[in-house]
Structures are given as C-alpha cells and as structure tokens.
C-alpha cells in the first residue's frame, strides 16, 4: 500500500500500491480513467494525477499558486504524488525521447465481482480464472482480441454477458452435495449470450473496461509465468509460457495463421484435439470442462512433446 502522511494537517491515508489493492468502490472510476486513456481522451500525466486524486479522496480547489516556492512546492508535491501510481505502466526510457509509458495488467484478482443490472446481482468469476470453463475462457479472449483490433465498447458489453451470471439454483443446497464441484454461478451457455447481452448496454464503461484489464491480466501472468516465478498447481511450479509460445508456422508449420491467434494456441482447435482424444469427454464436456484443468493438461501434454524431441536429439 501506498502512505500519504501530513503531520501538520493531521492527515494520514493508505492507498492502493499495485492493481490488486484497488478497491472494489474505486475499481469502476479507476477503469473509467484507464478507457479514457486508451482513447486518448487522458494523458499519461492527467491519468496519473486523476487516479490519485480518487484514492486519496481529494477535491481540487481553483486557487492554485503560479509562482514564487509555494509553486514550486505544490508541482514537486504533485510529481511525488503521481509516481506512486506507476504501478500501472512499464516504463521505458529512451535517450532524447520522452519516456513510454505502457500499461500493463499485473494482477488476476477480480476487482468487480458482483454487479447489479435491474435490481439483480450477476457474479463474475473468481480469482485467477476461478469458475470459469474453458468455453467461457474462449470466448473471453475472443472478444477481447475483437475489442484490441477495433476499439468497438460492443466486445466490452460481450464479455460482460459471457462471464457474468445470476447464482445457481438452490445453491445452499447444491453446496451440500457430494457432487458439488465448486461452481457457485449457473452454468455458460454460449447460446444464451446473444439473447441477453442487450442487458448488459447499461454497465458503467468503467467497470466493463476493468474486467477486460482483468481478464488481460490472468493472460499476462500466464504467458509470463507470473514474473518468471512459475504458477503453483496443487504444489507443482508449472510454467504455462510453455504452452503459450507454441512455435509459429513459419518456424515448424504446425499451426495455421488463424490457430495460433494472439494468445499463442488455438483454442478452438483444442477444445475439437481433446475431445477426439476423449480426455474429458465429447466438445461440449471439454468446452464445460474447468478451465485449469484444460491449461494442466495442455501443460503436461506440451512437457511431454518437449521430453520426447530432447530424447531423440
């Protein structure tokens, strides 16, 4: 967390110091400005005094000094005040260029996980991908890919009507079933989006814009191993870059332009490979398959073709 002290004015307040320390109240805003920036309706420097000013609950005042120390003061204040919201960007200096300013999702914690559309709650998926299948994966990185290419808010309402669900039926029942596996919202139905996304017009562009900074998130930190870490699986360090830097066609001739994507497998085509091969079912029982366990086997499949090629070497 981020500290602002003012002895003298008595004032002493935590803010958030990363993207997961957002608040769910200052989530919305903070999406808003983000969009905003994308847009190009904000400037990097705007942004940055913008988003601290809501996490410190400021109120700016017409009376600002222009000149002599209290200026100066007031301007070197502000600076200090703006970096510590750097969080959000890579930063890249360049000689003779001004810096580049890159944002960048670091973070897989669901920072708006209920909403409210017509006096109804609709609950989002958990932490890292939780409750989520790999259907509903899928079509995530659809839209979202549609919306990086066109900028179009309609791939943003989409993703909303994909991941967003009412609770399931008789869930304090449900729970108590040995069956139970986990899945407190009702089931995706990837039929059901087109009849009822017109519902979702209404969300805040804020909060439609986090969930897509969300969902770029948990696709960052999988293609980065999570910083290089590795992701621990039930005590396992896996690292799942090795499935999302799949070679290209034009090094091996593996995959088709249209298969790799963006997000480095095609994932239609594996939903289509591991229902042939029956590991979880037909397509429709991998496509509700959970998605950790899809990425688990991916992972285990991908180390063990890396294992046979360094044998035969």
Known sequence: MNTLQIPQRDIYKEYAGSWEEISAKDAPYIGKLLYMLETGALDVDMFRKLAV???????????????????????????????????FFKITKEKDLPDRYEVIPEFVKNLIPVIRIRGFKYYGPGEFLGEMSFGEYKDLLFCADKFIHTKDEYWLTRMMAIAYRKRRFMLGFVRLLSSFNG??????????TDYIEKRFDSVPIGVKYMFFQYIMGCVYTLKTDGGGQGIEIDGKNCKFSLVFSRPSKKSEGLY????????????????????????????????SANVWDVLIRLYQLEVQRREMERKMK
């Open 53 to 87: 000013d809501r996490f410190i609950n400021r109120r700016n005042t017409i009376k600002v000094p222009t000149e002599g120390f209290s200026a100066l003061d007031m301007w070197g204040n502000e600076g200090q005040l703006a970096d510590t919201v750097n969080f």
């Open 183 to 192: 899945r407190t919202r009702r089931k995706y139905m990837p039929g059901a």
């Open 256 to 287: 088709d332009d249209d298969e790799q994507g963006d997000d480095g497998i095609g994932l239609t085509g594996v939903i289509m490979a591991l229902a042939e091969s029956g590991v979880f079912g037909d397509i429709d029982k991998t496509s």
